[in-house]
């Protein structure tokens, strides 16, 4: 196994996709332990709303590039979380193809990257891997139930490749690479729009138009809070031997689309009804991760219940909205107040 370089001085972490929803936490948390962080993003799903309060932290530097075209980096590196590639259907299905690049030819060069610096990796997976699962709850032990051909394939299984190069290249001995399977995750800095169920019915509810739900809204999903999962993701970076499998990071406990909408709906007064859509071609019918991998390995399991993170994340969109109409009408337009002032991290 190939052993770790860390001198015990401040360590520099790059994170690909570092401006986006999970990143920017995972950077302002990477920051707030003392380490460097190179922020990599190409800004076709990130926000430089989201980091922009990092821009004169004097350990932080931004690189905006494409992981599909990316090489080196001219200082040492001792870890790099890849984080690069649009999560939300609407997004990765805008361009499949590059959507698969990045999960395949991007992974491929950070993995180059952190094999020519000996640092650790960690690849973000995701539960989609488990397709429609047959099994329920998911074990990282599942081989899922995926359609390579359906319009989410292009996620699916890019993400799927993107786990067997990091196999690879920890079984031959190349890199530390580690993977998390991450859960639906939630929290402020999600974009508006993004297609999402809970920024989908939070901002309905906010703007007073019915809730959108596709299909009866008996399915299931399994929402973590992004700081619950920031801590999982740098646990499993951390976390010594490497487990040498997947991990599955996300909340176990499991609600119905029709009972998160009830919640938001007695959260967010001002909604106007819920309106039934078809459900998307191969959405899955359940979701729920066995964490019991996660909580051996990293003593590691969700703390926020969703009541309370839907009521932070309600907040943040608030605010968003609200500065939305003050733009629109320049004389009452005020400062956007940063990302970290709507959530502190471990909060």
């Given at each position: 196994?190939?052993?770790?370089?860390?001198?015990?001085?401040?360590?520099?972490?790059?994170?690909?996709?570092?401006?986006?929803?999970?990143?920017?936490?995972?950077?302002?948390?990477?920051?707030?332990?003392?380490?460097?962080?190179?922020?990599?993003?190409?800004f076709?799903?990130?926000?430089?709303?989201?980091?922009?309060?990092?821009?004169?932290?004097?350990?932080?530097?931004l690189?905006e590039?494409?992981?599909?075209?990316?090489?080196?980096?001219?200082?040492p590196?001792?870890?790099?979380?890849?984080?690069?590639?649009?999560?939300?259907?609407?997004?990765?299905?805008?361009?499949?193809?590059?959507?698969?690049?990045?999960?395949?030819?991007?992974?491929?060069?950070?993995l180059?990257?952190?094999?020519?610096?000996?640092?650790?990796?960690?690849q973000?997976?995701?539960?989609?891997?488990y397709?429609?699962?047959?099994?329920?709850?998911?074990?990282?032990?599942?081989?899922?139930?995926?359609?390579?051909?359906?319009?989410r394939?292009?996620?699916?299984?890019?993400?799927?490749?993107?786990?067997?190069?990091?196999?690879?290249?920890?079984?031959?001995?190349r890199?530390?690479?580690?993977?998390?399977?991450?859960?639906?995750?939630?929290?402020?800095?999600?974009?508006?729009?993004?297609?999402?169920?809970?920024?989908?019915?939070?901002?309905?509810?906010?703007?007073?138009?019915?809730?959108?739900?596709?299909?009866?809204?008996?399915?299931?999903?399994?929402?973590?809070?992004?700081?619950?999962?920031?801590a999982?993701?740098?646990?499993?970076?951390?976390?010594?031997?490497?487990p040498?499998?997947?991990?599955?990071?996300?909340?176990?406990?499991?609600?119905t689309?029709?009972?998160?909408?009830?919640?938001?709906?007695?959260?967010?007064?001002?909604?106007?009804?819920?309106v039934?859509?078809?459900?998307?071609?191969d959405?899955p019918?359940?979701?729920?991760?066995?964490?019991?991998?996660?909580?051996?390995?990293?003593?590691?399991?969700?703390?926020?219940?969703?009541?309370?993170g839907?009521?932070q994340?309600?907040?943040?969109?608030?605010?968003?909205?609200?500065?939305?109409?003050?733009?629109?009408?320049?004389s009452?337009?005020?400062?956007?107040?940063g990302?970290?002032?709507?959530?502190?991290?471990?909060?």
């Open positions: 196994m190939l052993q770790k370089v860390h001198d015990g001085k401040t360590r520099t972490v790059l994170v690909a996709g570092g401006a986006g929803f999970v990143g920017s936490h995972l950077c302002d948390a990477l920051l707030l332990r003392g380490d460097r962080v190179i922020c990599v993003d190409s076709l799903t990130g926000s430089k709303i989201n980091v922009q309060p990092l821009e004169n932290h004097p350990r932080f530097r690189i590039q494409d992981v599909c075209h990316f090489s080196d980096i001219d200082e590196v001792h870890q790099v979380y890849n984080l690069a590639c649009a999560a939300s259907p609407p997004s990765y299905q805008a361009d499949p193809v590059h959507t698969m690049m990045t999960c395949v030819a991007g992974t491929g060069n950070l180059a990257l952190a094999e020519s610096h000996n640092a650790s990796f960690l973000a997976s995701t539960s989609e891997v397709g429609d699962p047959e099994e329920h709850p998911q074990r990282e032990d599942y081989r899922g139930n995926v359609s390579c051909t359906g319009p394939a292009c996620y699916d299984e890019g993400k799927r490749a993107a786990e067997a190069l990091c196999f690879d290249m920890l079984r031959t001995g890199t530390d690479a580690r993977v998390v399977r991450i859960f639906n995750t939630y929290g402020p800095r999600m974009q508006p729009n993004d297609g999402r169920i809970i920024s989908n019915l939070l901002v309905q509810a906010l703007s007073g138009d019915p809730l959108t739900i596709y299909g009866n809204g008996e399915q299931t999903r399994s929402f973590c809070f992004v700081t619950d999962l920031v999982g993701l740098m646990a499993l970076m951390d976390v010594e031997p490497n040498g499998a997947p991990v599955n990071i996300g909340n176990p406990g499991e609600f689309i029709n009972e998160l909408a009830a919640m938001i709906q007695t959260m967010v007064a001002g909604g106007s009804g819920i039934y859509r078809p459900l998307p071609k959405d019918q359940r979701r729920r991760p066995d964490i019991a991998r996660a909580r051996e390995l990293l003593d590691w399991e969700p703390k926020v219940p969703l009541s309370q839907l009521q994340t309600a907040d943040y969109f608030a605010s968003v909205l609200i500065e939305s109409e003050q733009r629109a009408t320049p009452r337009a005020r400062p956007h107040p990302p970290t002032d709507a959530l502190q991290i471990g909060a």
